[in-house]
């Protein structure tokens, strides 16, 4: 069992407790193991009892919790706290934002038990006098619900992908001697995913009765791999590799194309003897058929192996998990150039932002940890709030001091396109921004991006020779890839940036990748696919626009 499954259960476990009425102190106990766990870069099935003590924040109580989820995949008590609670009641402890002490009101007041119910209250406007609701916070639930309902049958790409490989090794496994790959979502690597789907040559047959026999799968007409629709492609040895690039590409990129059936021996043999150019599976989307003729080939498109750096990462100064000292210590074993520390600011006090004094304390480590490294530079940074106002967080003097700054947004983030779009463009125009972080703000299946006029900001960064974020964490890949083609009309540079809090998110690196592909993106207008000399030629230019 994986740390993020440990603390998916722990969580719920904290919120059964709320919703139960247990002890406030047990439940807050539970609710900062949830964080602390998350945290960890060390998956805890490969510790014992000791080593899981000695964790900080993971008392004996929690650790016998952990040992007995790694140890049978279960927790009794977790599983005594469901068998008394309504199964809807459960599934809306998942909605974001919808808190056991709201759903207790609803449950215990309304006697509302699924979220068909409460839809049909809400709907009806029955939750307005409930105590602690009211109009505004009725219609607040019902966004969050409906997001939830849109939301339900979808995956993150970086949570599925890791299944969907283990299993087709299994399906390879099984029928050896036949021909099997992903296709469909998963191979043009979407941020969100609805299926799983394997192309294969198998008999259809056997593979059915091999899914009916398997203990991970569920179902019978449709099959369930982890919580995730399972499906299958069947074709035959001549016609596969065609299959392939017609299961795995959006209809409209498909009839665009006008591609000829043949037998071919791969993928790339699909459009070279159709005399096409070979459209990388990422990039074979709907929003990219207009953009078809300003593809720069597969050659020129960024891959995982052009990142020179990694810019946008936190360490314990702010809310990170791994010390500066680690955290470099493990881009260099990636082969980096360099690594730009960004840590949270000070108007990010639930992150332990910097303060001023901090901020110079950091900096004389800064320096202190780069003349240890000769294959990495070590700059630093940080990532400067965008106040309600467009306002970044420090005084000129303070940024002034620091080699690159990502301004982004973090809190009152309930704003109209106006408001956001004006936020951000002032917050653009100001001198010391560097890169734009994460602009809309989202987090995929969990909240909703704020809205932003796109074109508007993308201009604005031009204007103001200011990159744009690529958020390589998977809950956000945040500036959205649709957007790369018209940034690179106005020149604009995007920087990829892992946004790293632990050495383990260094690895989201390979995320963000997959969705500047999808995009389009070239390699020479990817920031961090700059090399050191490159990359200090870019922060020289970035000096000069501050006017010091």
């Given at each position: 069992m994986t740390n993020r499954e440990i603390a998916k259960k722990i969580n719920m476990l904290a919120k059964l407790m709320e919703l139960h009425d247990e002890n406030p102190f047990k439940i807050k106990s539970y609710s900062s193991a949830y964080l602390n766990i998350r945290k960890q870069p060390v998956e805890f099935s490969s510790l014992d009892e000791a080593g899981l003590?000695?964790?900080?924040?993971?008392?004996?109580?929690?650790?016998?919790?952990?040992?007995?989820?790694?140890?049978?995949?279960?927790?009794?008590?977790?599983?005594?706290?469901?068998?008394?609670?309504?199964?809807?009641?459960?599934?809306?402890?998942?909605?974001?934002?919808?808190?056991?002490?709201?759903?207790?009101?609803i449950w215990k007041e309304l006697e509302i038990e699924t979220i068909g119910e409460l839809l049909y209250a809400i709907n009806e406007n029955r939750l307005v006098d409930l105590k602690g609701f009211g109009t505004k916070t009725q219609a607040s639930v019902k966004e969050q619900l409906e997001y939830f309902l849109e939301s339900s049958d979808k995956h993150l790409y970086a949570n599925i992908v890791d299944n969907a490989n283990d299993f087709l090794i299994e399906i390879k496994s099984a029928f050896p001697e036949f021909k099997s790959m992903l296709t469909g979502e998963i191979h043009q690597k979407r941020t969100i995913v609805s299926s799983i789907e394997i192309l294969t040559t198998a008999p259809e047959n056997e593979v059915q009765s091999f899914c009916l026999e398997h203990e991970k799968i569920q179902g019978g007409k449709e099959f369930i791999l982890d919580n995730c629709l399972l499906g299958f492609v069947h074709t035959n040895n001549e016609d596969f590799y065609f299959d392939l690039v017609k299961s795995s590409t959006h209809f409209s990129f498909y009839d665009s194309l006008g591609l000829a059936k043949n037998k071919f021996n791969s993928e790339e043999e699909v459009?070279?003897?159709?005399?096409?150019?070979?459209?990388?599976?990422?990039?074979?989307?709907?929003?990219?058929?207009?953009?078809?003729?300003?593809?720069?080939?597969?050659?020129?498109?960024?891959?995982?192996?052009?990142?020179?750096?990694?810019?946008?990462?936190?360490?314990?100064y702010s809310d990170g998990v791994n010390t500066?000292?680690?955290?470099?210590?493990?881009?260099?074993?990636?082969?980096?150039?360099?690594?730009?520390?960004?840590?949270?600011?000070?108007?990010?006090?639930?992150?332990?932002?910097?303060?001023?004094?901090?901020?110079?304390?950091?900096?004389?480590?800064?320096?202190?940890?780069?003349?240890?490294?000769?294959?990495?530079?070590?700059?630093?940074?940080?990532?400067?709030?965008?106040?309600?106002?467009?306002?970044l967080d420090y005084t000129d003097d303070v940024l002034g001091d620091l080699d690159v700054i990502v301004a982004s947004i973090h809190s009152n983030l309930k704003m109209d396109i106006e408001k956001a779009t004006t936020r951000l463009i002032r917050a653009i125009e100001n001198p010391f921004t560097s890169i734009l972080g994460h602009p809309t703000g989202r987090l995929l299946l969990s909240r909703k991006a704020y809205p932003i006029d796109h074109k508007k900001v993308i201009d604005a960064c031009a204007d103001n020779f200011v990159a744009i974020e690529i958020n390589a964490n998977p809950l956000r890949l945040d500036m959205d890839w649709r957007w790369i083609q018209y940034a690179l009309d106005k020149d604009v540079l995007f920087s990829i940036n892992p946004d790293a809090h632990s050495i383990k998110g260094l690895d989201d690196?390979?995320?963000?990748?997959?969705?500047?592909?999808?995009?389009?993106?070239?390699?020479?207008?990817?920031?961090?696919?700059?090399?050191?000399?490159?990359?200090?030629?870019?922060?020289?230019?970035?000096?000069?626009?501050?006017?010091?």
């Open positions: 003590n000695s964790i900080q924040g993971i008392g004996v109580t929690i650790s016998t919790k952990i040992l007995e989820l790694i140890n049978t995949g279960e927790l009794q008590d977790l599983n005594n706290y469901l068998e008394k609670t309504p199964e809807g009641i459960v599934e809306m402890l998942n909605i974001k934002g919808f808190g056991p002490k709201k759903i207790k009101l459009f070279t003897k159709n005399k096409k150019p070979f459209y990388i599976p990422e990039f074979r989307e709907e929003e990219n058929v207009e953009h078809i003729n300003q593809y720069v080939g597969p050659q020129n498109i960024i891959s995982e192996s052009n990142i020179k750096g990694t810019i946008h990462n936190h360490s314990t500066i000292d680690a955290m470099i210590a493990a881009a260099d074993k990636k082969g980096y150039e360099y690594f730009v520390l960004t840590d949270h600011s000070k108007s990010a006090f639930y992150a332990n932002g910097l303060s001023n004094e901090r901020i110079y304390q950091q900096l004389d480590e800064i320096k202190e940890v780069d003349q240890r490294y000769d294959n990495i530079r070590l700059f630093s940074g940080i990532e400067s709030d965008i106040l309600s106002n467009g306002d690196m390979y995320f963000g990748v997959c969705a500047a592909r999808k995009g389009g993106l070239p390699i020479s207008h990817c920031l961090n696919a700059f090399d050191l000399e490159a990359f200090e030629d870019w922060m020289a230019e970035q000096h000069e626009k501050r006017g010091f």
